[in-house]
């Protein structure tokens, strides 16, 4: 009620001041003011008030969807990004686990390389002394035919120097008599 008799003494301000009385249609004031109060009326028994709250009311409903639409798609763009690192971070140790898998079959692959090459050494190093052995044994071989016929040669020299008919014939006797003995 207080508020009420604050709000006429406001409005009741500049029309006491006019001159002539307030509720003359001669005062303008008052004619204002029953036009504002008429067109309050009819804005009140239209309903705009209750208008102008639910557009407000649709208006806030509308911020109020979008918001949770924004936290929605915030939540799934978090959610996407974790999937994404998560994806990433498994990547990158497949990629390390890769690398270390070819390292150690490169170490491996060297590890066999050296061990086919010392392998192929002794084999030529094998083969080399079989070639070296078998040149000796030829070598030998071929010094001690040389040895023979020269040996063969000296004796054929000796012999027929030393021989007479005589003992050639005698021991042509032996030789034949010693055949024919092995072959009974």
Do not use: C
């Amino acid at each position: 009620m207080k508020r009420l008799s604050i709000l006429f003494a406001l409005m009741a301000g500049p029309a006491l001041a006019a001159d002539g009385p307030f509720l003359s249609l001669a005062n303008t004031d008052f004619i204002v003011l029953v036009a504002f109060i008429l067109f309050i009326g009819v804005l009140l028994y239209l309903g705009v008030p209750k208008m102008l709250g639910g557009l407000l009311d649709q208006r806030a409903a509308n911020i109020r969807s979008e918001l949770d639409q924004a936290r929605q798609l915030r939540e799934e763009a978090q959610e996407l990004l974790a999937s994404y690192e998560r994806k990433q971070a498994e990547v990158q140790n497949q990629a390390d686990r890769i690398v270390e898998t070819a390292k150690e079959e490169a170490k491996a692959a060297a590890e066999q390389a050296k061990a086919d090459i010392a392998t192929s050494v002794e084999r030529r190093l094998a083969a080399a002394q079989d070639q070296i052995a078998s040149a000796e044994a030829s070598a030998v071989k071929e010094v001690r035919d040389q040895a023979v016929n020269v040996a063969i040669g000296a004796a054929q020299d000796i012999i027929a120097k030393q021989m007479t008919a005589k003992s050639g014939g005698s021991l042509i006797d032996d030789a034949i008599e010693i055949v024919g003995d092995k072959l009974h």
